[in-house]
């Protein structure tokens, strides 16, 4: 009897440590994974964004549609996987992908030292500035920095915009992100507000939503990448997907649809 209480016992510390043993494996093999097999197994790319128009924005439909939306999907396609969009705070956009709550920062992003040192970035894809917009009525008053030094800004948290009203020693107070800087502006809440020109040349002016805004000052010159956690072979893959999408003519087409053409880089 005792014999087999023995037995028994050394053969469940037996199955314990082949278990131990095969969990160590599948956890080995997970930290072993590149990035690309890791949204491949799981079948989904989570995309981070923000409602920011021409590139990520909502169709009537509820739909994500936009310059950046609609490639994203065509990588995904490419990949051979689905995606998914996800509205993120952009100040914690880092700290999403790091965490694994997003896949990728897709969102008009602009190339900083900042986001270059946290996250392995793509090749730019698209030029574009930093501009103050301001109520039409008064464009005539804000031409210069100089003349905006006293108004009072809405500008994204965490954005290239905070950071040109930093370096230009500009009154500000940070919002959720561009659409709220605008709503800002239009009902009076703040003064200015600094946005992307893209975004600038799709939501303000005649014919829009905001056709009393305008914008004035354009405060530099940058370029948009895409944001990948830091050492990703997922980078290396897109540049590629992305010189294919522009010698057949994809890219070209998607920035015509939503009226970015003059800003790619090719």
Known sequence: MKMKKFLAVMLAILMLVTCFAA???????????????????????VVGITDFAPMDYQNA????IGFDADLAKEFAKYLGIDVQFKIIEWDYKVAEINGKTIDVVWNGMT?????????????????????IVVPADKADQYKTV?????????????SAAKAQAEENGFKYVEVLDQATALQEVAGGTSDAAIIDSLMAGAMIGEGTGYANLTYTVALNDE?????????SDLVTEFNKFYAEKVADGT???????????EALIK
């Not at 890219?251 to 053409?261: K, L, P, R, W």
Request: aromatic share 8%; charged share 30%; with cysteine.
């Open 23 to 45: 969990c160590g494996k599948k956890e080995d093999a997970k930290k072993d994974q590149t990035d690309m097999e890791y949204v491949k197994a799981k079948g989904t790319m």
């Open 61 to 64: 439909d509820g739909d994500w």
């Open 111 to 131: 190339l900083n030292d900042e986001v270059l040192a946290a996250m392995e970035c793509t090749s730019a894809y698209l030029n574009n500035q930093q501009v």
């Open 146 to 158: 100089d003349a905006c030094k006293d108004l009072k800004f809405a500008v994204e948290a965490g």
């Open 223 to 231: 370029e948009y990448g895409i944001g990948f956690r830091k050492g």
């Open 251 to 261: 890219v070209q087409t998607i920035a015509e649809t939503y009226g970015v053409q």
